[in-house]
């Protein structure tokens, strides 16, 4: 992407990462920043989904003349995104207070299974793992039955995402200072981050959740089979307008009895509630129940298969879909969400060819001012996180040069 106008238009992010954190300068590459992957010899450049928007460059960092090639490139770096073991770098003579001494203003974050300390930093693991020991395996499937593993890669998706916020963050933070920050991301606690209620009824409550399968943790929603498809249906959300609405089916059954109106009766009996409900829903198709339940003011949805995703009006409407171009072949696929947050312009792009030089048009390694200063050039790089003046000013309006953002 890297694209002028762009919240990081003008940052350079290396990619040392493997699965674990790809999505991270993913995310930093949508944003305008100039992402690099350094692969490892004779590795695949063919399509990987996480690498949209980066260059690859082969270089083998074990080998002095890697090395030599790689703290070239860092010279010129803003931030450096990595998930080797703990130690691995350093054993090369590429850990952060190494090569903060070539670049003083790198950040550099560092996404592992359990951290960079504790007893745990040394085990082997994967994003299943992380899912286990950060507790989301064991909040996911049905009542009664055994733990299920979450779908797609979680802990990864959350530590990219927490690793791209802790860079941002940096990079407000070396506005200030000129100086650059390590950024340590352990999957396990993101996976444990990213439990919500769980936590708070724990630590607040003494309760443990339960495995609830379809069943909104508080009761309020469940997910019931349709027609020609699944819904998500409220539970306790207008009661009296969803009775008086099946009672005029013939399907209310007991439901419009009185003590149906007492909401913790409701919870209590929710099983008896689900039951009425499901025989009810398989009489209508996903459309009439969505179109109808949505009229009347109901959170009503369909639960979206991957097709009917591809024909959302919705997502449509909003150019969540673009064209990629790869091998020559053209293929749909997501816009950048984070483009379309600050541009009304996107700019997809697919860069999947190994190269074994690069042009690098940013200067070598430059001194990083104290706040305020001059950038120690006539004409300093824009780097997107210049100001005009020596102090902002935290209450009135201020004027981004060149970041994209409307003040």
Request: hydrophobic letters at 35%.
């Amino acid at each position: 992407m890297n694209g002028q106008g762009f919240i990081l238009s003008g940052c350079r992010v290396l990619d040392l990462t493997d699965t674990k954190g790809r999505l991270c300068s993913r995310f930093l590459a949508d944003m305008g920043a100039e992402a690099i992957r350094i692969g490892k010899p004779g590795e695949s450049a063919g399509f990987h989904w996480e690498n949209l928007g980066k260059r690859l460059v082969t270089l083998d960092i074990e080998l002095k003349q890697g090395q030599k090639v790689f703290k070239r490139l860092l010279e010129t770096a803003d931030i450096l995104v990595e998930s080797y073991p703990p130690g691995y770098l350093e054993a090369l003579g590429l850990g952060y207070n190494q090569l903060s001494k070539l670049n003083p203003g790198l950040i550099m974050a560092s996404i592992t299974p359990f951290g960079q300390t504790g007893p745990y930093r040394g085990y082997k693991s994967c994003d299943i793992v992380a899912g286990a020991m950060g507790g989301q395996l064991y909040l996911n499937g049905e009542a009664g039955s055994p733990p299920l593993k979450t779908f797609g890669s979680q802990s990864y998706y959350l530590a990219s995402i927490f690793a791209a916020i802790g860079v941002m963050l940096a990079l407000y933070h070396r506005h200030a200072s000129g100086k650059g920050q390590h950024i340590d991301i352990s999957l396990q606690e993101c996976a444990a981050a990213a439990l919500d209620h769980v936590l708070v009824r724990y630590l607040y409550q003494g309760e443990v959740a339960k495995r609830r399968g379809s069943l909104h943790w508080n009761g309020a929603f469940r997910v019931f089979p349709a027609k020609d498809g699944y819904v998500l249906l409220s539970l306790l959300y207008q009661w009296e307008t969803l009775v008086e609405w099946l009672y005029s089916e013939g399907m209310a059954g007991d439901l419009t009895g009185e003590k149906w109106r007492d909401g913790d009766y409701r919870l209590e009996h929710i099983g008896h509630v689900i039951e009425v409900l499901e025989r009810w829903a398989k009489t209508h198709s996903v459309a009439e129940l969505v179109e109808k339940g949505q009229l009347m003011r109901f959170p009503w949805a369909e639960v979206a298969s991957v097709p009917g995703l591809l024909a959302s009006p919705q997502l449509q409407a909003r150019g969540f879909w673009t064209e990629i171009e790869h091998s020559g072949e053209k293929f749909k696929f997501p816009a950048p969400i984070l483009n379309r947050c600050f541009s009304s312009h996107t700019r997809p792009a697919l860069k999947g060819s190994a190269s074994d030089t690069l042009q690098a048009p940013h200067p070598k390694k430059r001194e990083y001012p104290g706040k305020g200063e001059a950038l120690g050039s006539p004409n300093p790089p824009n780097r997107g996180f210049t100001t005009n003046t020596s102090q902002a000013p935290r209450r009135r309006k201020r004027q981004y040069p060149n970041r994209g953002l409307q003040p």
